[in-house]
């Protein structure tokens, strides 16, 4: 069973940073993509960012491309979400999920396993 635990989420001015980290149990972690994701109140889950098994290639949705980075440190079995220059339209709860495959995509059904999410607050 794998488990991911999320951590860093809190509240923000506009135009701060946030570091979020995920924490994920069971073995071979580098065999699988990693994700973030987020939901708003009232809205579906939308795909953020996401990263090979090797951390080799990442992607991004167009609305975090530039500010958003993500990584991974396979030694810990974690992966990071660093958000930077964060908006309003940057609130909701953040979620880290574990791929189906080494190599990631941005639909919510091709990830397997999921966190408890955190909440990033991003005030005006």
């Known amino acids: 069973q794998v488990q991911l635990v999320e951590s860093g989420g809190g509240l923000v001015q506009a135009g701060g940073s946030l570091r979020l980290s995920c924490l994920a149990s069971g073995r071979i972690f580098s065999l699988w993509a990693m994700g973030w994701f987020r939901q708003a109140p009232g809205k579906e889950r939308e795909f953020v960012a996401a990263?090979?098994?090797?951390?080799?290639?990442?992607y991004y949705a167009d609305s975090v491309k530039g500010r958003f980075t993500i990584s991974r440190d396979n030694a810990k079995n974690t992966v990071y979400l660093q958000m930077n220059s964060l908006k309003p339209e940057d609130t909701a709860v953040y979620y880290c999920a574990r791929g189906r495959m080494f190599y990631p995509t941005m639909g919510v059904r091709d990830y397997d396993y999921w966190g408890q999410g955190t909440q990033v607050t991003v005030s005006s």
């Open positions: 990263i090979t098994g090797n951390g080799g290639s990442t």
